[in-house]
């Protein structure tokens, strides 16, 4: 049964008020997927990642240490579920839509390891994606031990000729390895990635009007995020929906009061406030 708009809203709101680094990621980047795709079954997707997670126990048993368990996600996803990374038609905005991206069999970076993060920790093993740029990479952690692992290459683990190499291709010889870089990141900055690509293929496209509405649903995911706000403030305006920014504006101060970054806000809406007059 497809859900409808409110009921998807309101359930990505709810990711937006929880706390902590981990979320339901699998989930909620379905959730993301069927705002977009309102006529979809979220069941039929969810049944997926249930069968993904039942293969993928039935596989890790007696299965302990790192390249154990990296194995087991790489022939689960991979090689049974028949996933792999989309180098054909990069730049298709279906490739970050994780709906999208089970019934193609093939996504991006990020969409795939969203789907290695949902295997992993259904066996509690511990996952994380990395502040990598251009390329989206994860780190897997047993007693101690780390490996790093490109979900768009069925989970390869990279040593750090491997990262250099994927910098020079993605920035250019110049960029070098930073520790930043394999810093981890948040569940919601994993999912705010995910929507990011569809957001610049949109507005690479002029397509104004959809990354309008990309931006309201990373909103709805990381309400405190001015970055986003902004950005989707100024291209409602820049539409000329003046009074739907500064309504958004206000709903902002009106939840978030004390809030580090309320200033920003204030001033952003004096810039709106001085183009509407």
Do not use: C
Not at 26 to 43: W, Y
Not at 118 to 124: C, E, F, T, V
């Amino acid at each position: 049964m497809a859900s409808t708009d409110p009921e998807i809203i309101l359930r990505l709101q709810n990711i937006g008020e929880q706390d902590g680094l981990t979320l339901d990621i699998g989930e909620a980047a379905l959730l993301l997927a069927n705002l977009e795709l309102p006529k979809n079954s979220l069941g039929r997707y969810l049944d997926e990642l249930d069968l993904i997670v039942s293969d993928t126990t039935k596989a890790a048993r007696g299965t302990r240490n790192l390249p154990g368990r990296i194995m087991v996600l790489s022939d689960i996803l991979f090689k049974r579920h028949g996933y792999r990374g989309d180098i054909d038609s990069y730049d298709d905005p279906q490739n970050a839509n994780l709906m999208r991206v089970i019934e193609r069999r093939k996504g991006l970076p990020v969409a795939l390891g969203i789907l290695v993060i949902h295997a992993a920790r259904s066996q509690g093993w511990d996952i994380t994606g990395l502040n990598f740029p251009g390329h989206f990479l994860l780190r897997l952690t047993e007693s101690g031990e780390h490996a790093v692992i490109d979900p768009f290459d069925e989970a390869r683990i990279l040593g750090s000729e491997d990262l250099q190499h994927i910098l020079a291709r993605v920035h250019g010889p110049q960029v070098e390895l930073q520790p930043e870089f394999i810093q981890s990141v948040s569940d919601r900055d994993i999912l705010l990635r995910l929507q990011n690509n569809i957001k610049y293929r949109a507005l690479e496209d002029g397509n104004r009007t959809r990354a309008i509405e990309v931006l309201k649903s990373m909103i709805m995911i990381a309400p405190m995020k001015v970055d986003i706000m902004a950005e989707l403030v100024s291209l409602e305006a820049s539409k000329g929906h003046y009074r739907s920014a500064l309504g958004r504006l206000d709903l902002f101060l009106e939840h978030y009061p004390k809030a580090k970054n309320a200033p920003a806000i204030l001033d952003l809406k004096r810039n709106v406030q001085s183009r509407l007059n």
